[in-house]
């Protein structure tokens, strides 16, 4: 297969996706009978806010991540029967009109542009939808990677992790499990802004709990989110440095084990983040009752000795960062106040 090397032939200020996607393309796509691959969900520990190109989704800042290990999205396609594409979600039909079709054809779309190929796709969450649990980010990275088996395209990991920054900007990190770092690149053209697994080895005990506040499918999405936070945040000017800053210094304690300093820059950087929203507007709250009630108990067990942190994405759940030995003394004081936790082994999967 040959991947034509063309240079864009448009400015590159209105670069889009697809004439990104076209010059990694063969002439003629040749799918396969089936195709079925799974990419976990990742919770950001260094968090992307704040895009430099909203077409290509081109960040800010350099971001940092866990993988859920076996939580995120299975998705599967196959030539469609109909001569019609369908999408399943959950094993739900859903209908051509629907939001979520529309975004999953519009990607695949880039691929088989003008090519008369219908597809039938049956995606399955294992995780929340819509619900700050990054379903977004396990989805695009699933599709991503499934349409390379399915198309036969036989591209490079960072290609294929452009590919699904473009479907959603954390999609960039969902393609490998483990701590995953996402260069925010300086190209016009994105390619240089991939993600790659940070070669630590595995933190066993390394644990994340998730606790569910809110399933509901939040009103500002992530998109919006930041593009208010860009222009009204006075804070956000600060933004920039102080995530690199914690970017570093998250990237250091993984490697070093420092699981305190990894929890403390985790925890900071995603209330500063919380900070830049709040500090918009219209102010942007994610944050429930339910999840300042997590956040105080999460305080007070800390004032009780134990290491243990959180961090919180653009929705209501607050997900906790702990060492497998102080596991059950966190889910019980959860469980006290009422909050339930799913825990994680990220290395446990794979
Ligand atoms: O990938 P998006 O567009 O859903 O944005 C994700 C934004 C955060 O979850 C808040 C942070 C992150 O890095 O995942």
Same mark, same amino acid.
């Given at each position: 297969?040959? =991947?034509?090397? $063309?240079?864009?032939?448009?400015?590159?200020?209105?670069?889009?996706?697809?004439?990104?996607?076209?010059?990694?393309?063969?002439?003629?796509?040749?799918?396969?009978?089936?195709?079925?691959?799974? &990419?976990?969900?990742?919770?950001?520990?260094?968090?992307?806010?704040?895009?430099?190109?909203?077409?290509?989704?081109?960040?800010?800042?350099?971001? @940092?991540?866990? /993988?859920?290990?076996?939580?995120? %999205?299975?998705?599967?396609?196959?030539?469609?029967?109909?001569?019609?594409?369908? @999408?399943?979600?959950?094993?739900?039909?859903?209908?051509?009109?629907?939001?979520?079709?529309?975004?999953?054809?519009? !990607?695949?779309? @880039?691929?088989?542009?003008?090519?008369? #190929?219908?597809? &039938? +796709?049956?995606?399955?969450?294992?995780?929340?939808?819509?619900?700050?649990?990054?379903?977004?980010? /396990?989805?695009?990275?699933?599709?991503?990677?499934?349409?390379?088996?399915? !198309?036969?395209?036989?591209?490079?990991?960072?290609?294929?992790?452009?590919?699904?920054?473009?479907?959603?900007?954390? &999609?960039?990190?969902?393609?490998?499990?483990?701590? +995953?770092?996402?260069?925010?690149?300086?190209?016009?053209?994105?390619?240089?802004? !991939?993600?790659?697994?940070?070669?630590?080895?595995?933190?066993?005990?390394?644990?994340?709990?998730?606790?569910?506040?809110?399933?509901?499918?939040?009103?500002?999405?992530?998109?919006?989110?930041?593009?208010?936070?860009?222009?009204?945040?006075?804070?956000?000017?600060?933004?920039?440095? $102080?995530? $690199? =800053?914690?970017?570093?210094?998250?990237?250091?304690?993984? *490697?070093?084990?420092?699981? $305190?300093?990894?929890?403390? *820059? &985790?925890? =900071?950087?995603?209330?500063?983040? =919380?900070?830049?929203?709040?500090? /918009?507007?219209?102010?942007? +709250?994610?944050?429930?009752?339910?999840?300042?009630?997590?956040?105080?108990?999460?305080?007070?067990?800390?004032?009780?000795?134990?290491?243990?942190?959180?961090?919180?994405?653009?929705?209501?759940?607050?997900?906790? @960062?702990?060492?497998?030995?102080?596991? %059950?003394?966190?889910?019980?004081?959860?469980?006290?106040?009422?909050?339930?936790? #799913?825990?994680?082994?990220?290395?446990?999967?794979?």
């Amino acid at each position: 297969m040959t =991947h034509s090397t $063309q240079s864009p032939t448009k400015s590159t200020e209105t670069l889009t996706p697809a004439d990104v996607v076209v010059r990694y393309l063969p002439d003629t796509l040749t799918p396969v009978s089936s195709a079925t691959v799974f &990419a976990p969900s990742n919770i950001a520990l260094c968090k992307y806010w704040g895009k430099r190109d909203s077409a290509l989704n081109l960040p800010i800042n350099a971001s @940092l991540s866990i /993988s859920l290990g076996n939580l995120g %999205t299975t998705t599967t396609l196959r030539p469609s029967e109909t001569g019609r594409d369908s @999408l399943t979600l959950n094993g739900k039909a859903l209908s051509e009109s629907d939001k979520f079709f529309t975004k999953v054809f519009a !990607f695949i779309d @880039l691929f088989r542009h003008s090519q008369p #190929l219908p597809i &039938a +796709v049956e995606t399955v969450n294992n995780i929340p939808t819509a619900a700050g649990l990054a379903s977004s980010a /396990s989805g695009f990275g699933a599709l991503t990677l499934v349409i390379n088996e399915f !198309f036969q395209l036989n591209l490079p990991s960072r290609v294929l992790s452009a590919f699904a920054r473009m479907g959603s900007g954390s &999609a960039s990190r969902s393609l490998y499990h483990g701590f +995953v770092e996402w260069h925010k690149g300086e190209q016009a053209d994105g390619m240089d802004s !991939f993600a790659e697994p940070i070669d630590s080895g595995a933190w066993s005990d390394f644990r994340v709990g998730v606790i569910e506040i809110s399933v509901a499918e939040k009103k500002i999405q992530s998109r919006e989110g930041m593009n208010r936070t860009v222009s009204t945040s006075w804070l956000y000017p600060r933004w920039e440095t $102080q995530a $690199q =800053h914690d970017f570093d210094a998250l990237r250091n304690a993984i *490697v070093a084990r420092d699981f $305190q300093r990894l929890g403390e *820059v &985790a925890e =900071h950087n995603a209330m500063s983040m =919380h900070a830049t929203m709040i500090s /918009s507007w219209p102010p942007i +709250v994610y944050w429930q009752p339910e999840s300042v009630a997590a956040m105080q108990a999460v305080w007070a067990l800390r004032e009780r000795g134990i290491p243990v942190y959180f961090t919180m994405d653009a929705g209501p759940n607050v997900k906790v @960062l702990f060492l497998a030995e102080h596991e %059950t003394t966190i889910v019980e004081a959860l469980r006290t106040n009422g909050l339930a936790m #799913l825990v994680v082994e990220p290395f446990a999967q794979y």
